[in-house]
């Protein structure tokens, strides 16, 4: 038998005894995937298993292997400004072009002083009946563009519409709620698209739609290590004084973890039926490794 981080990169035998029916999907982490029967490594209720593919359920995690680490990308200023300009507006009386942020719910103030001295925005904010307006922007909104810019996308989408969860002075997740209307509805698809693109590279970001009459808001969130090291780094970069620092020191000590967990598991297997475990012990210790749920 055959041992091998599959076509879809996860942890599997290939047992030539189960039958070959028919090829079974499953979304974790907001990834949709697809493969026919195999048997799978999985970490459920604080123990590892191999069971078939099929059998795949609710709280399994699968042990996912992504060869290449994300570069080293700085964040872009502009998409920030440009997603302030998301929605926007034009009085006929003044003439003046403006924008607004819906459902923002936080101060204004502090928010408006972060955007002058962390990233050079400066612009008007006013909270007053029938919403929050931002004024005096020099950027349009556009879709973003390649991985860097829609990775600051994200970012921006956090600081506007969104926060970091974090427990003992760890980040463990980032999530927003973005509302969708109008012209920006066709937003959906191109995010949907572009979270599914980031799968596709080994970055995962879970998302669902919320729909009531003419409004949909998408929600996201994400726990990816990759990620929120880097949206870590961002915020740390741009923090102001009397802002908390987020921290992702355990990195590195989850991926030597989950190394163990891989390696121990294969250790435990009767190396005589498998003649490549060694190679699968080389990459688990030079990948980047992820359990998905």
């Known amino acids: 038998m055959l041992i091998s981080f599959d076509e879809n990169h996860l942890l599997s035998i290939q047992n030539p005894s189960l039958p070959q029916l028919k090829p079974y999907s499953y979304t974790l982490s907001g990834w949709s995937f697809s493969s026919f029967d195999k048997e799978i490594f999985v970490y459920y209720k604080r123990s590892r298993k191999l069971i078939n593919f099929k059998n795949l359920g ?29 929605f926007h507006a034009f009085d006929e009386e003044s003439g003046q072009k403006y924008a607004f942020l819906p459902s923002f719910s936080k101060n204004i103030d502090s928010f408006q002083s972060k955007l002058k001295q962390s990233f050079g925005i400066e612009c008007l904010i006013e909270k007053r009946q029938g919403g929050t307006f931002v004024y005096g922007l020099t950027k349009e909104f556009a879709v973003p563009n390649g991985l860097a810019e829609f990775l600051s996308f994200v ?30 509805n066709a937003l959906e698809q191109e995010l949907i698209s572009s979270f599914e693109r980031l799968a596709e590279q080994g970055i995962f970001i879970s998302q669902n739609l919320l729909r009531n009459q ?80």
Do not use: C
Request: net charge negative.
């Open 58 to 86: 609710d709280g399994m995690q699968v042990a996912y292997l992504k060869s290449d680490f994300l570069p080293l990308l700085s964040f872009d200023k502009e998409i920030l400004e440009k997603t302030l300009a998301m």
């Open 155 to 184: 970012f921006s989408l956090i600081l506007l519409y969104g926060k970091f969860d974090e427990k003992d002075g760890e980040v463990l997740g980032a999530k927003a709620h973005i509302p969708l209307f109008g012209v920006r």
């Open 214 to 293: 003419d409004k949909t808001t998408l929600q996201f969130s994400t726990n990816d290590p990759e990620l929120l090291r880097l949206f870590s780094r961002w915020w740390n970069e741009s923090k102001l004084i009397g802002e908390q620092e987020l921290v992702t020191l355990k990195f590195d000590q989850k991926q030597a973890e989950i190394r163990l967990q891989l390696l121990d598991f294969l250790d435990s297997l009767d190396s005589t039926q498998y003649d490549n475990i060694n190679e699968i012990k080389t990459q688990i210790q030079s990948g980047l490794l992820k359990f998905l749920k």
